[in-house]
């Protein structure tokens, strides 16, 4: 019996494993995807959002400047890609002005540190891109771009290093109540433990309804991107949103950690929570949306489009209770639900502690990664490296300048990639402006080689999206 | 390999950068090294296991590795230095000298500096993202070049059920592929109104394998969680955009995407060279010359090729320019430059431009149109109002490029420093 069972592996489920991590606790995470960071936290804005959005009274509220200052400390203790840009929040009319006086006596209350309203001038010296129409914006220095795939992994792996039980393709169909705990059951098996917590994203819904009264609904919320090409240079400094509406914080153009630029998202409830198709009719209403603050946008560089759903509710804040005996929700997470995570985590700690779990401290508990990025080597320390280590001497990823030395430590880390999308996420392979044309074949054999699998075993992303289907004629002689 | 420092590096031992080293070697330079990405020197055509290489320039029928072969032969017992399995990650230009940074497994990384540099990286594909085609994004959807190398280097099946988007060569040459293969390739759909591959490749590798060929359409959406399921196919209007009501459906589990290449120049731009938007290539003058003292560039990274016979006839020329580069050193007086301009009927010219003193009898001037143009028509320039050379041609189209000799004669006539050239009609 384990003394916790998270259910999910996004970014809640993995902040939290990581936190418990650190105690004397049988700590089993169930996943229904073939890795960690499968849902909406492989598909968002990537942004470690200030806090000066969210209303005081609510719970995201309370948790967002916290939880930006600790994934501001984590990314250093666990060598996640992040970048400290700031953000603005740029105002078109009067109306907006307004908006941004809201936003920043809102950012006070939360406790958003150095923020400063900024005439139009001010904003275009900043960000030369911008509209000329623009005529002041909020400025929040402590914010900034991240990689969240990399964090969330990030975490997992340490929490797995250090005790904690990973079972993916576990899809849970049922929660029963055991005289000393639940008895979880999967697709494949059961599993029993003490407590449970339920950190299941759009799902989160369903999971509470198995063992507690109906108390939210989610509004599976589709999201919209465009990815462009370094090649067109830095487009903006900083994070640009528009002022926000009652649909979301809408369509920004941000830099990203590795200086593409990111566009999106609309905003769309859909009905399918996994539907993370894209649409042209959204896709132009992007680019339209986009073209308000920066008018010489170029979409013709576009490298991928990609769509994620959020778990909006009708609950208008997380859902974080104990929600029945020994059931703890982190549910209805949406934004800033990646910047809260490490908050939340320790938030659903004190919870798990008034509801009884005992906490006792490792005496060694190490919280700390680091991986090797060749890019980031210096010049002059290259060749030694090299020469230590030969395989990254070998580009893979041309586009990214990924070695095949960072391709093999990232399958030999804590949590065994399957998919070229899982090396995608650990070593950012493919994430260029070929999208894996050039690099796919080789890293699907170096993934086949280091993990003894036969190539047709490879897949692209989630179970069943086969690459190769077998030899052709001359292949099979 | 040797710490000494170069004449010539080139980057890239495919088809160009092949016959760019030999023919330096053969105009004198003594000390010139090759740098390949791949384990093996050939690049491309090594997946090209098709025939119907060579025609042009051996006057036979090669296929893809037997042409890259005949280069790789001669190239043995040269005395030019090989290096593959290895990346240019950084090219810097410098006045006297060009500083090329590679690196491998074997000699680690390694600032290389050379008099002068030849640019024969090739090119990449554009990919469903460039073309921004919605819908899901399941295994299943492959370059058709990532496609030729799965099935003809790794012996792997992709499919069994395919639609092909693009009648760019590859794509065509992959209907006919996946079909030996055992694979049912439904349809080849075509945005523009005409194709963008060779004749001989949509009649030798659709009509003779009864796949259609569906011109003026495009797939508008993608379906399928994990592997492709199904694609929406929709007609176009002149403007590219798709008809309502016209949707058609395919059951397929395979999507594959000829959709044109890109030059890749990455590299080039890093070194400041100039790069022209309608080749997305390097701007170079009659020698092949960059914007860039020193750095030639040749084959598909300067513009895309449908025959690999102008690829080595091309790459012979930045070889012996470079040659004469080294040698001789850079050019003193500069002298009468033209440059030559595209009408809207011309998509573009290699060279961009020439210095007319350099060009000994006659300049070779390769060129696209776009449009198909299927009476007799002339290739026309001009310098301002006077015609300067006028070359007349039964058939063009944009899938087929045009290559015209001006006399250095009709060269030295021109008036100014521009030179237009566009395409007629013929007059009745």
């Not at chain 1, 990689?147 to 929660?175: D, H, Q, S, Y």
């Not at chain 1, 999971?207 to 370094?230: K, S």
Request: proline share 4%; net charge negative.
């Amino acid at each position: 019996m384990f003394d916790v069972a998270i259910l999910g592996a996004g970014v809640s489920g993995s902040a939290l494993a990581y936190q418990l991590s650190r105690f004397h606790l049988d700590v089993v995470v169930l996943e229904k995807e073939n890795d960690v960071s499968l849902g909406a936290s492989r598909a968002n804005t990537a942004i470690v959002h200030g806090g000066y959005d969210p209303p005081p009274d609510t719970l995201m509220g309370h948790l967002n400047v916290d939880g930006a200052r600790m994934c501001m400390e984590l990314v250093d203790r666990l060598d996640v890609e992040f970048r400290k840009t700031g953000s603005l929040i740029v105002a078109f009319d009067d109306e907006d002005m307004k908006e941004v006086h809201n936003l920043y006596d809102r950012g006070l209350q939360n406790g958003v540190p150095s923020m400063e309203i900024l005439d139009g001038e001010e904003v275009s010296r900043r960000e030369p891109n911008l509209s000329k129409e623009i005529i002041g914006a909020l400025w929040v220095p402590e914010s900034g771009v991240i990689n969240p795939w990399e964090f969330t992994l990030a975490m997992m792996e340490v929490a797995v290093r250090e005790g904690v039980e990973l079972k993916l393709c576990e899809k849970v169909i049922g929660l029963k109540r055991q005289d000393k705990g639940f008895l979880i059951e999967t697709e494949r098996g059961t599993y029993s433990a003490r407590y449970v917590v339920n950190a299941t994203g759009v799902h989160s819904e369903k999971i509470h309804n198995m063992v507690a009264e109906p108390a939210f609904h989610i509004h599976p919320t589709r999201g919209q991107y465009y990815l462009l090409d370094r090649s067109v240079g830095e487009v903006v400094n900083s994070v640009v949103f528009q002022c926000p509406s009652p649909l979301g914080k809408g369509v920004l153009v941000s830099p990203t950690i590795h200086y593409n630029t990111l566009v999106g998202p609309d905003s769309e409830v859909v009905e399918d929570c996994e539907n993370t198709s894209t649409t042209r009719e959204a896709l132009d209403d992007v680019a339209r949306q986009a073209k308000r603050s920066v008018p010489s946008l170029q979409l013709g560089s576009n490298i991928r489009n990609f769509a994620g759903v959020r778990a909006n509710s009708d609950y208008g804040d997380f859902y974080i209770k104990i929600s029945a005996p020994y059931f703890l929700d982190i549910a209805a997470i949406k934004s800033p639900g990646l910047t809260c995570a490490p908050r939340i985590a320790t938030y659903a700690i004190e919870l798990l502690r008034e509801a009884g779990l005992d906490f006792k401290e490792k005496e060694t508990w190490d919280g700390t990664r680091s991986v090797v990025r060749f890019k980031e080597i210096p010049e002059e320390e290259r060749e030694a490296f090299i020469r230590e280590n030969p395989l990254y001497g070998r580009v893979i990823c041309r586009c990214e300048t990924i070695t095949e030395g960072e391709i093999v430590a990232a399958i030999h880390r804590p949590i065994t990639p399957v998919s070229l999308d899982g090396i995608k996420r650990r070593a950012g392979t493919g994430m260029g402006r070929c999208q894996s044309g050039f690099c796919g074949p080789r890293v699907l054999e170096i993934l086949a080689r280091e993990t003894g699998k036969a190539t047709e075993d490879i897949l692209q992303d989630k179970e069943g999206s086969h690459i190769l289907i077998g030899d052709t004629k001359e292949g099979r002689v | 390999m040797t710490r000494q420092d170069y004449e010539l590096i080139v980057i890239g031992a495919g088809p160009a950068g092949l016959a760019a080293a030999l023919s330096a070697k053969q105009h004198g330079l003594s000390r010139i090294l090759v740098i390949e990405r791949d384990k093996e020197l050939g690049g491309i055509l090594n997946q090209c296991i098709h025939n119907g290489f060579g025609l042009h320039y051996f006057g036979e029928e090669l296929t893809g590795p037997e042409y890259a072969g005949r280069f790789i032969d001669q190239l043995e017992g040269s005395g030019i230095e090989i290096v593959c399995d290895t990346m240019v990650i950084h090219l810097e230009n410098g006045d006297d000298w060009r500083i090329v940074h590679a690196m491998s497994t074997e000699n680690g990384y390694q600032c290389l500096k050379c008099r002068a540099v030849i640019l024969a990286m090739g090119c990449r594909e554009r990919t469903r993202f460039a073309i921004q085609i919605p819908g899901s994004r399941p295994a299943g959807i492959f370059n058709a070049g990532t496609a030729q190398r799965y099935v003809n280097i790794e012996g792997k099946m992709i499919g069994r059920r395919v639609i092909i988007l693009g009648s760019g060569d590859i794509g065509l040459i992959m209907a006919r592929r996946m079909t030996l293969e055992g694979a049912k390739v439904l349809a080849c759909v075509e945005l523009l109104p005409y194709s963008g591959g060779l004749n001989r490749n949509i009649v030798q590798c659709l009509h003779d394998y009864d796949i259609p060929l569906y011109l003026s359409h495009t797939i508008t959406n993608i379906e399928g969680r994990n592997r492709v399921q199904r694609v929406t196919v929709q007609q176009v209007d002149e403007n590219r955009r798709p008809i309502p009501g016209t949707e058609t459906y395919y059951d397929v589990d395979t999507v594959l995407l000829s959709v044109g290449l890109i030059p890749e120049n990455e590299l080039s731009r890093e070194a400041g060279v100039k790069i022209d938007r309608r080749t997305s290539g390097p701007f170079v003058y009659e020698n092949l010359e960059t914007s860039e003292k020193g750095i030639f560039a040749c084959g598909n990274v300067l513009h895309v090729h449908d025959l690999v016979d102008y690829v080595t006839e091309e790459s012979q020329a930045a070889g012996k320019a470079a040659a004469a580069f080294v040698l001789d050193g850079a050019l003193t007086d500069i002298g009468h430059v033209i440059e030559i301009k595209t009408e809207p009927t011309v998509s573009y010219t290699v060279p961009q431009a020439v210095r007319v003193n350099e060009v000994a009898k006659s300049l070779r001037i390769f060129l696209r149109v776009n449009k198909i143009w299927e009476e007799t028509s002339h290739i026309v320039f001009r310098d301002g109002d006077n015609v300067i050379a006028r070359f007349k041609r039964d058939y063009m189209a944009p899938g087929e490029m045009e290559n015209v000799n001006v006399p250095r004669v009709l060269l030295d006539r021109v008036k100014g420093d521009m030179l237009y050239v566009s395409i007629e009609e013929a007059q009745r």
